[in-house]
């Protein structure tokens, strides 16, 4: 068993580099390709995607079988096993969702030009945790803070299109407290606008609550598809393309997207 050429440099600044195994690299290749796949993978397509060949690559899919980072399916193709799950939950409980957003908030707010504001589920409702101004901030009453509408602002009606039924529930008798809240609302149109953002992963909101002032807003999901974060971009009216199909949204779904995906989000298909 050979020793890698690659190298790498621990914390330390004195640290010395220290060198892998190669056999282990190997391996490391197999399982980053059956990863990138997101499906089961036979044996050749696995080595494939791995670029190596099959030969090469049974023995290491042998061991990682015995130790249970991979299993087999009905038809014989590889894929996670029972020890790789656990180590993935092991490693979505240590995550932090306001942490692991924050390179996306700042690299939104520079890619666009916009202010970005992170909200999470607090107590009081949704409420904004991480605004991350643009060159030119915006003079509105959003502050890290504020708690916002379930009706009639598109942070709070992302975080209600994605809560349980109860929780909503639970959440809309006191909407009157909150930023543009109201004292009650209609059920039905209410349901319908919740059902699009759902299909859409996304919603906006012109000029309300705050007059001049346009949002963009999506969901941040988890390893259970539970709603965990909003991510929301805001700009003057105008002066970005709002449309839920336009350059600024499609950009917030990717970034929404990048972040789900590391809390252990999985999209069907």
């Given at each position: 068993?050979?020793?890698?050429?690659?190298?790498?440099?621990?914390?330390?600044?004195?640290?010395?580099?220290?060198?892998?195994?190669?056999?282990?690299?190997?391996?490391?290749?197999?399982?980053?390709?059956?990863?990138?796949?997101?499906?089961?993978?036979?044996l050749r397509?696995?080595?494939?995607?791995?670029?190596?060949?099959?030969?090469?690559?049974?023995?290491?899919?042998?061991?990682?079988?015995?130790?249970?980072?991979?299993?087999?399916?009905?038809?014989?193709?590889?894929?996670?096993?029972?020890?790789?799950?656990?180590?993935?939950?092991?490693?979505?409980?240590?995550?932090?969702?306001?942490?692991?957003?924050?390179?996306?908030?700042?690299?939104?707010?520079?890619?666009?030009?916009?202010?970005?504001?992170?909200?999470?589920?607090?107590?009081?409702?949704?409420?904004?945790?991480?605004?991350?101004?643009?060159?030119?901030?915006?003079?509105?009453?959003?502050?890290?803070?504020?708690?916002?509408?379930?009706?009639?602002?598109?942070?709070?009606?992302?975080?209600?299109?994605?809560?349980?039924?109860?929780?909503?529930?639970?959440?809309?008798?006191?909407?009157?407290?909150?930023?543009?809240?109201?004292?009650?609302?209609?059920?039905?149109?209410?349901?319908?606008?919740?059902?699009?953002i759902r299909?859409?992963?996304?919603?906006?909101?012109?000029?309300?609550?705050?007059?001049?002032?346009?949002?963009?807003?999506?969901?941040?999901?988890?390893?259970?598809?539970?709603?965990?974060?909003?991510?929301?971009?805001?700009?003057?009216?105008?002066?970005?393309?709002?449309?839920?199909?336009?350059?600024?949204?499609?950009?917030?779904?990717?970034a929404v997207?990048?972040?789900?995906?590391?809390?252990?989000?999985?999209?069907?298909?």
């Amino acid at each position: 068993m050979t020793d890698s050429s690659d190298t790498f440099t621990s914390g330390s600044v004195d640290a010395k580099p220290q060198r892998g195994i190669q056999s282990l690299d190997n391996t490391g290749e197999l399982l980053a390709a059956l990863v990138a796949a997101d499906r089961p993978l036979s044996l050749r397509d696995l080595a494939a995607a791995a670029g190596m060949p099959a030969a090469k690559a049974f023995p290491h899919l042998v061991s990682l079988l015995k130790i249970g980072l991979l299993d087999r399916d009905a038809s014989g193709c590889f894929e996670a096993g029972p020890l790789a799950l656990e180590l993935g939950l092991i490693g979505l409980q240590r995550l932090s969702p306001t942490r692991e957003a924050e390179p996306e908030i700042v690299e939104l707010a520079v890619s666009t030009g916009m202010s970005v504001a992170m909200a999470v589920l607090g107590p009081l409702g949704p409420t904004v945790v991480r605004l991350e101004e643009s060159a030119r901030p915006l003079h509105v009453s959003l502050r890290v803070g504020t708690v916002m509408s379930l009706v009639n602002t598109a942070i709070g009606r992302v975080f209600s299109a994605y809560v349980a039924d109860d929780v909503r529930e639970g959440l809309l008798a006191q909407d009157h407290l909150r930023l543009a809240g109201v004292d009650s609302v209609d059920p039905e149109p209410y349901a319908q606008r919740l059902a699009k953002i759902r299909a859409a992963g996304i919603d906006t909101a012109l000029s309300r609550p705050v007059p001049g002032i346009n949002t963009l807003a999506a969901p941040v999901l988890d390893h259970t598809g539970s709603i965990c974060l909003v991510l929301a971009l805001m700009g003057p009216s105008g002066s970005f393309d709002s449309d839920l199909d336009g350059g600024p949204a499609q950009t917030l779904r990717a970034a929404v997207s990048r972040l789900s995906r590391r809390f252990g989000w999985m999209v069907a298909g």
